[in-house]
């Protein structure tokens, strides 16, 4: 999933220098914003290969710290258990410099 979402990107970038991106990106977006992005986003983060990547990103509403943790605990309550337990710290530690 981190693929795909660094591909949207490099695909929104390409877009972006088209002579038709006023047609091409529209279509880009709206594909983009039907997309479960806090999944995205969070596949990009967890990722050892791109964490260097996610580092780079602008903080945005996704981006930022508060949001991650706050991903991160819905997903694991949605899928794992409801013991989080220290899951927010450690996203953080993760996002810092990774998990050792």
């Not at 260097?52 to 991650?68: I, K």
């Not at 694991?76 to 050792?100: A, E």
């Amino acid at each position: 999933m981190a693929n795909v979402m660094l591909n949207y990107g490099a695909i929104a970038l390409a877009f972006w220098n088209h002579p038709d991106s006023k047609c091409l990106l529209p279509c880009v977006q709206k594909r983009w914003a039907d997309c479960e992005q806090p999944l995205f986003v969070m596949c990009l983060l967890l990722h050892p290969k791109y964490n260097g990547v996610f580092q780079q990103l602008p903080e945005t509403d996704l981006t930022s710290m508060g949001q991650l943790g706050k991903f991160a605990t819905m997903y694991y309550k949605r899928f794992i258990d409801d013991d989080v337990g220290d899951l927010r710290l450690d996203v953080m530690r993760w996002h810092q410099k990774g998990l050792s």
